[in-house]
């Protein structure tokens, strides 16, 4: 039995995250389980802190936050390279 790619997409909702939702939507493929984050919710926003997120929208692959969300938002080749839309 093979695992999926746990994708996390932390959002507040707005805009931008929402572009960023959808891309990551657009780019998943049968090995990818997507999940929406909604930072304003407490225990979310306690984890996204754990998680060293400082600003939304982020992805995480497996519960490691993916690169191209240290510091700037997601972008599809990033997204690609932390595995998005590959199968297992």
Known sequence: MTTKRQIEVFSAGCPVCEDAIALVRRLACS???VTVL?????????????????????VTVNG???DCCTGR???EKTLRAAGIGQPL
């Open 31 to 33: 090995s990818c389980e």
């Open 38 to 58: 909604d930072v304003k919710k407490p225990d979310v926003a306690a984890r996204a802190k754990r998680l060293g997120i400082r600003s939304v929208p982020a």
């Open 64 to 66: 490691a936050l993916a």
């Open 73 to 75: 938002g997601p972008d």
